[in-house]
């Protein structure tokens, strides 16, 4: 994957070229996105944000063709607005103009939610060690993805920061390294914590969820981004102001309940989500976290990687 042509190959001329012609093909874990707009805020911000993604040349199949582009008409001047586009049609309503990074990592997600249903799909934070997965799942606002920024920053591999996808053939879990994505206060809170080696490529203000920041994936995590995990750890974290981190067990029933109110695909899949579901449960160490420090938070987590596979 190393040696592929790689976004931040591009010049400035030859990546707004793609971005207006045939789409920038841009491949990520097991996807290809054929990505198209005029927008000029993409064209500084893509090569921040994926500049060591490989790319695929033009007569690849795009699992996605997707655009982000100008509302027409009065919205041109009044207002103006963009929309995520897919095959010609827009999937939900449209964004202040500004919002281009925002809108494309939503629709994104959106394509792999609404359509990858031969993978098992959670909301949930995954990141790797020792080959095994740590499985992040929660709503909004419970704290997960600081979580797991903090984690990548100090050494997890980062599969994904939003989706944890399964494969029932295999049990196994699935890279998607992708833009980190963080909201209001939390990215403050992980550029302090990251310090220089953290740079926000991206952040809007007044979305539909307030202050929205991007960063860049790791480099492991985009140069490993074919290799797969296996189960190891389902943790359900809140963040709780001024709270000491702390582990708590939960059992393998409340672990798949749990995971069942975090995912997206779930009755679709019917027997085959059910059985997938019940594997990964029975792989992993379930636990539920608390915790307000990330400094805590990591150690704990170090502890938790020690435990051996599946321990109750």
């Known amino acids: 994957m190393s040696a592929a042509l790689t976004l931040g190959d591009l010049s400035p001329q030859a990546l707004d070229a793609a971005l207006r012609g045939p789409g920038l093909r841009l491949r990520t874990g097991p996807w290809v996105f ?21 790319l695929a040349d033009d007569n690849t199949f795009a699992d996605f063709h997707v655009e982000v582009i100008r509302a027409t008409g009065l919205r041109r001047y009044i207002r103006p607005q963009i929309y995520f586009g897919i095959g010609g049609e827009s999937p939900f309503s449209p ?47 419970s704290g997960k993805s600081t979580l797991c920024a903090a984690l ?39 550029q302090a914590f990251g310090g220089d080696q953290l740079q926000f490529a991206s952040v809007v203000r007044d979305t539909v969820k307030g202050t929205v920041g991007h960063f860049a ?29 702390s582990l708590s ?20 899949l019917h027997r085959t989500g059910f059985q997938t579901m019940a594997n990964l449960v029975q792989a992993s160490t379930c636990r539920r976290f608390q915790y307000s420090r990330l400094d805590e938070a990591v150690q704990l987590f170090d502890e938790l990687s020690c435990l051996p596979p599946g321990a109750a």
């Open 34 to 54: 054929a990505i198209r707009s005029r927008l000029p805020q993409l064209l500084t911000a893509l090569p921040a944000l994926y500049g060591r993604h490989p």
């Open 95 to 141: 964004l202040p103009a500004d919002q281009g990074v925002p809108i494309l990592e939503w629709g994104m997600n959106w394509c792999i939610t609404g359509h990858a249903h031969h993978l098992l799909v959670l909301h949930a934070a995954v990141l790797e060690r020792n080959g095994r997965a740590l499985i992040l799942p929660a709503p909004s606002g």
């Open 152 to 190: 990548l920053l100090r050494g997890w591999r980062l599969l994904s920061d939003e989706l944890a996808l399964i494969d029932p053939a295999t049990g196994q879990l699935l890279p998607f390294p992708r833009a980190v994505s963080l909201k209001n206060a939390s990215i403050e809170v992980i």
């Open 217 to 245: 994936p790791p480099p492991d995590a985009v140069e490993r981004g074919d290799e797969r995990a296996g189960p190891g750890w389902i943790v359900f974290p809140k963040y709780v102001a001024g709270s000491a981190a």
């Open 249 to 268: 067990p939960m059992t393998r029933g409340q672990a798949m309940i749990g995971l069942i109110e975090n995912a997206f695909n779930y009755n679709l």
